[in-house]
T-cell receptor, first 121, second 106 residues
Framework: QITLKESGPTMVKPTQTLTLTCTFS??????????VGWIRQPPGEALEWLAL???????FYNPSLKSRLAVTKDTPKNQVVLTLTDMDPVDTATYFC?????????????WGQGTLITVPS | SYELTQAPSVSVSPGQTASITCSGN??????FSWYQQKTGQSPVLLIY???GRPSGIPGRFSGSNSGSTATLTISGTQAMDEADYYC?????????FGGGTKLTVL
């Protein structure tokens, strides 16, 4: 059974950097085809993909946010870390991490519970 | 950039068939996935690779792809199916989500 859980601050001030950790179990990020993605959802709005890291270390970013994003993995610890710099109130959202499957279509078959990040104005 | 368009809302009567479409702005990825998100919950994968159904997903959910348009069909819609539905594609090493469709079961 795959489980994922996001952790980090609940509030970040404008211009600060958000750092979120996804801790997972039930799979290894060293196995072929595995990945972890980050997706966010502002209150009442649609899902927005942020970043994805694959088993082989390849990283992929939303082009509109690429300059502010970084994703890394710690395979032995079963963790993936997302950083988003220069936070703004429009970045207020629930942030999800999800288990990615590449076969070769990329999709997300297990999701964390999400964590609400608030950036006050 | 590749974009996916969904109708904001769809209504269906209980027991009827609901169809939710997802259109790409150009001929693009080969496959689409679909997710269901109920209020206050995380998304759940319903369909992968156009028509694959993960274990535990009821058979009334099915998917198809006609090239640049994917369709999620819910047969015999139930009240519990009222939710937001999102399509998703993988194009040019980028994950793309549609804007979501709110399904109302009247």
């Amino acid at each position: 059974q795959i489980t994922l859980k996001e952790s980090g601050p609940t509030m970040v001030k404008p211009t600060q950097t958000l750092t979120l950790t996804c801790t997972f179990s039930g799979f290894s990020l060293s196995a072929n085809g595995e990945g972890v993605g980050w997706i966010r959802q502002p209150p009442g709005e649609a899902l927005e993909w942020l970043a994805l890291i694959h088993w082989d270390g390849d990283k992929f970013y939303n082009p509109s946010l690429k300059s502010r994003l970084a994703v890394t993995k710690d395979t032995p610890k079963n963790q993936v870390v997302l950083t988003l710099t220069d936070m703004d109130p429009v970045d207020t959202a629930t942030y999800f991490c999800a288990h990615g499957n590449l076969d070769p279509h990329q999709y997300f078959d297990s999701w964390g519970q999400g964590t609400l990040i608030t950036v006050p104005s | 950039s590749y974009e996916l368009t969904q109708a904001p809302s769809v209504s269906v009567s209980p027991g009827q068939t609901a169809s939710i479409t997802c259109s790409g702005n150009r001929l693009g990825p080969k496959y689409f996935s679909w997710y269901q998100q109920k209020t206050g919950q995380s998304p759940v994968l319903l369909i992968y690779r156009d028509s694959g159904r993960p274990s535990g997903i009821p058979g009334r959910f099915s998917g198809s792809n006609s090239g640049s348009t994917a369709t999620l069909t819910i047969s015999g819609t139930q009240a519990m199916d009222e939710a937001d539905y999102y399509c998703q594609a993988w194009d040019s090493n980028t994950v793309v989500f549609g804007g979501g469709t709110k399904l109302t079961v009247l």
